[in-house]
């Protein structure tokens, strides 16, 4: 297998109205792009679906974790 076989960009990689465009997940939370949209564009990430996992389980109630920020 290849890269080019592995990997395929999606088809706005190559569209020049949309070079500059980054979709954050934050701007989910600010409700500036379709979730839909984000997650057809953005390769989850094992990473990601632990963070979203304990995110939602948090919200939910499911989760007494506490959280130490510094």
Same mark, same amino acid.
């Given at each position: 297998? @290849?890269?080019?076989? /592995?990997?395929?960009?999606?088809?706005?990689? #190559?569209?020049? *109205?949309?070079?500059?465009?980054?979709?954050?997940?934050?701007?989910?939370?600010? @409700?500036?792009?379709? /979730?839909?949209?984000?997650?057809?564009?953005? #390769?989850?990430? *094992?990473?990601?679906?632990?963070?979203?996992?304990?995110?939602?389980?948090?919200? @939910?109630?499911?989760?007494?974790?506490?959280?130490?920020?510094?």
């Amino acid at each position: 297998m @290849n890269l080019n076989t /592995a990997c395929k960009p999606r088809q706005s990689v #190559f569209d020049r *109205s949309r070079k500059d465009v980054v979709l954050n997940i934050d701007d989910l939370l600010k @409700n500036k792009i379709d /979730a839909h949209q984000f997650f057809s564009e953005n #390769f989850i990430t *094992s990473g990601m679906h632990t963070l979203f996992d304990k995110v939602f389980s948090r919200l @939910n109630g499911h989760s007494n974790h506490k959280y130490v920020f510094t």
